[in-house]
Nanobody, 124 residues
Framework: QVQLVESGGGLVQPGGSLRLSCAAS????????MGWYRQAPGTERDMVAA???????NYADSVKGRFTISRDNAKNTVYLQMNSLKPEDTAVYYC??????????????????WGQGTQVTVSS
């Protein structure tokens, strides 16, 4: 019913920048929180940054001051601007959204959706 499609990952040198995008589509009535998570090999998936519908943001301590999350509600899209990238930022980055779905004339809230993931590699 709802799809999240990420883009913008790739290979970058330490100190470089990347911008990730995640577009949600489908039977969307509204989207509450949206966020970015990451998972490196052998580790758990951890929250990187999150943003509510009214624009309040939250960041992991490891990325504060370097990453910026934003969203375009008209496009159902969330972005992650990543600056001053470090090798320890290397991971698969996943988009997450809490979506209220409209189906058969009713609204169903609190549905959690994930994107397929995009690889970010920081290496010289």
């Amino acid at each position: 019913q709802v799809q999240l499609v990420e883009s913008g990952g790739g290979l970058v040198q330490p100190g470089g920048s990347l911008r990730l995008s995640c577009a949600a589509s489908g039977s969307i009535f509204s989207i509450a929180a949206m966020g970015w998570y990451r998972q490196a090999p052998g580790t758990e998936r951890d929250m990187v940054a999150a943003i509510t519908g009214d624009g309040s943001t939250n960041y992991a301590d490891s990325v504060k001051g370097r990453f910026t999350i934003s969203r375009d509600n008209a496009k159902n899209t969330v972005y992650l601007q990543m600056n001053s990238l470090k090798p320890e930022d290397t991971a698969v980055y996943y988009c997450n959204a809490e979506v209220a779905v409209q189906a058969m004339g009713a609204i169903y809230g609190g549905n959690d959706y994930w994107g397929q993931g995009t690889q970010v590699t920081v290496s010289s």
